[in-house]
């Protein structure tokens, strides 16, 4: 089985940082893309960002320039810096990845619990 969970939300005011860190376990042969996402009540989840096994990133719009998604591979831990934070992007944030358990299985989908993150004064 593999578990991913995450760590770091928490209340910041606007214009403030967190970093959240997620961190996969269990039986693991390869991971491949690593992301975050988010959602808030009533709205779909909504990618916030991506990297690949290469490094290749991948940014919502609106997280562009705000947001750095980075990995440590030694670790199966991928973070979430986000900076200069607004109200809106308070919701619960999700992590997830393509993790492959085993070399001849098919990889899956993986999503950890989430993680509150709220935007207040």
């Known amino acids: 089985q593999v578990q991913l969970v995450e760590s770091g939300g928490g209340l910041v005011q606007p214009g403030g940082s967190l970093r959240l860190s997620c961190t996969a376990s269990?039986?693991?042969?390869?991971?491949?893309?690593m992301g975050w996402y988010r959602q808030v009540p009533g709205k779909q989840r909504e990618l916030v960002a991506t990297?690949?096994?290469?490094?290749?990133?991948n940014y919502a719009d609106s997280m562009k320039g705000r947001f750095t998604i980075s990995r440590d591979n030694a670790k199966n831990t991928w973070y979430l810096q986000m900076n200069s934070l607004k109200p809106e992007d308070t919701a619960v944030y999700y992590c997830?990845?393509?993790?492959?358990?085993?070399?001849?299985?098919?990889?899956?989908?993986?999503w950890g619990q989430g993680t509150q993150v709220t935007v207040s004064s």
């Open positions: 997830s990845a393509r993790i492959k358990s085993r070399p001849v299985t098919t990889p899956g989908d993986y």
């Open positions: 269990g039986i693991i042969f390869s991971i491949y893309t």
């Open positions: 990297v690949t096994n290469s490094g290749i990133t």
